[in-house]
């Protein structure tokens, strides 16, 4: 069985990063992309960008492209975003999806000072 | 970028009920290899969005056959052929044809 766990919930300060990670089992990451895509409170869901874990390249919505990072480690099976300069309009849940079938729980940054 | 076009935002519905959902997109989602990257999904309320449909017409494992989806190139309907209380909630479309991939707004499914 396909699982994705996602990191707990963030507090960031405006300013400053955090790191949210996606542990899979179930299936090797190697052999396909994994995607993040967020969700604001009460909107839509909105793709982020992906990463081919097998050779760290990535794809990044345009809006994205200074904001999130996306790497993996294929060792112990784990995929990572980490957001930079968090404001307000981060505030959001952020979810892992692996073939764009199975999803992580999603975790909650939330931006306030 | 490709704009996903969900009508309607909003479908009242009875339990019992046919429903339908389109989606157009802002242009063709077919790629050169013949196949159209355009996936259903549902996310129940406080849950996370589950996979419905893939490739327009493929049905999810585990996902009942009251689910079906149809169309081409733009143009997408997703129908359930007798609603049921646990099919209530929003849905979306996804294209992952071109990038970057991009979702529709979501159409709410409710009771009347």
């Known amino acids: 069985e396909v699982q994705l766990q996602q990191s707990g919930a963030e507090l960031g300060k405006p300013g400053t990063s955090v790191k949210l990670s996606c542990k899979v089992s179930?299936?090797?990451?190697?052999?396909?992309?994994m995607h993040w895509v967020n969700q604001r409170p009460g909107k839509g869901l909105e793709w982020i960008g992906r990463?081919?874990?097998?050779?760290?390249?990535?794809i990044y919505a345009e809006k994205f492209k200074s904001k999130a990072t996306l790497t993996a480690d294929t060792s112990s099976n784990t995929a990572y975003m980490q957001l930079s300069q968090l404001k307000s309009d981060d505030t959001a849940i952020y979810f892992c999806?692996?073939?764009?079938?199975?999803w992580g729980q999603g975790t909650l940054v939330t931006v306030s000072s | 970028d490709v704009v996903m076009t969900q009508t309607p935002l909003s479908l009242p519905v009875s339990l019992g009920d046919q429903a339908s959902i389109s989606c157009r997109s802002s242009?063709?989602?077919?790629?050169?290899?013949?196949?159209?990257?355009l996936h259903w999904y549902l996310q129940k309320p406080g849950q996370l969005p589950q996979l419905l449909l893939y490739?327009?017409?493929n049905r999810f494992s585990g996902v009942p056959d009251r689910f079906s989806g149809s169309g081409s190139e733009t143009d997408f309907i997703l129908k359930i052929s007798r609603v049921e209380s646990e099919d209530l909630g929003v849905y979306y479309c996804?294209?992952?044809?071109?990038?970057?991939?991009?979702f529709g707004a979501g159409t709410k499914l409710e009771l009347k």
């Open positions: 999806v692996l073939k764009f079938a199975y």
């Open positions: 990463i081919d874990p097998a050779n760290g390249n990535t």
């Open positions: 242009q063709s989602l077919v790629e050169s290899n013949g196949n159209t990257h």
């Open positions: 490739k327009v017409s």
């Open positions: 179930g299936y090797n990451i190697r052999n396909t992309y």
């Open positions: 996804l294209q992952s044809t071109h990038l970057p991939y991009t």
